[in-house]
C-alpha cells in the first residue's frame, strides 16, 4: 500500500468512501460505540471528498438534511470520530477529513492545497520526523506529532497558469 493518498491523482473514490465507511461501523460494533445516525452522517460527508471541511460546514450540511441547526450536533460527531482515529482535524485551516488509512498505525502528515482544500494524508510522518533524535536525546518521549505542508496541487497549479 502507497503511503499517500490518492487524493490529488484519479481514482475509484467510490472504493475510498465504502471501505473506510464499513471500517468504521465493524471497529464501533467490536468496540462497543456507538455510531449513532448523526455520527455515520458527519462521516459519510467528510467522506464524500477528500477536501476537507470546518465544521461549520458540516454543520450547514446537516441542517439541509434535517438535522438540529445547532453547534453541537457536528462538534461532538467531529469529536468522536477523531477520538477514535476515524478523521484527523488539519489544524492549519480549521477543518476536518476524514481519515485515510483507518485502523493502521501511523502518525499522518498532511499535504494541503491551499486553493481547492483538498487533504491528502501520508502516513510516513513517524518515519521522517526530524523531533525524534532530538526528543531522545532530551529523554522526552513524543506522544503526538502534527504535520501540515500548505502547497498547490497539480490541478489547481495547471489552472493558475504554474
Known amino acids: 500500500m502507497p ?7 484519479q481514482h475509484d473514490h467510490s472504493a475510498c ?3 473506510a465507511l464499513a471500517y468504521v461501523t465493524e471497529q464501533c460494533a467490536a468496540k462497543g460505540l456507538r455510531l449513532t445516525e448523526a455520527r455515520r452522517r458527519v462521516l ?7 477536501t ?14 434535517g438535522y438540529s441547526a445547532q ?8 469529536d468522536f470520530l477523531v477520538e477514535h482515529g476515524f478523521a484527523h482535524k488539519v489544524e492549519r ?12 498505525c501511523h502518525a499522518p502528515a ?11 494524508e501520508s502516513r510516513s510522518a513517524r518515519q521522517v520526523n526530524p523531533l525524534q533524535a532530538d526528543a ?7 506522544e503526538d506529532t502534527n504535520v501540515e505542508a500548505e502547497g498547490l496541487c497539480q490541478s489547481c497549479q495547471s489552472e493558475q497558469g504554474a
Do not use: W
Open 3 to 9: 503511503d499517500t493518498t490518492a487524493a490529488f491523482i
Open 17 to 19: 468512501q465504502s471501505k
Open 44 to 50: 459519510e460527508i467528510l467522506l464524500e471528498s477528500h
Open 52 to 65: 476537507a471541511l470546518g465544521a461549520y460546514d458540516v454543520l450547514q450540511r446537516l441542517n439541509t438534511e
Open 71 to 78: 453547534p453541537p450536533i457536528a462538534y461532538r460527531a467531529l
Open 93 to 104: 485551516i480549521s477543518a476536518f477529513v476524514a481519515c485515510h488509512f483507518p485502523g493502521q
Open 110 to 120: 498532511f499535504l494541503i492545497c491551499r486553493s481547492c482544500r483538498t487533504v491528502a
Open 136 to 142: 531522545q536525546a532530551m529523554k522526552f518521549s513524543i
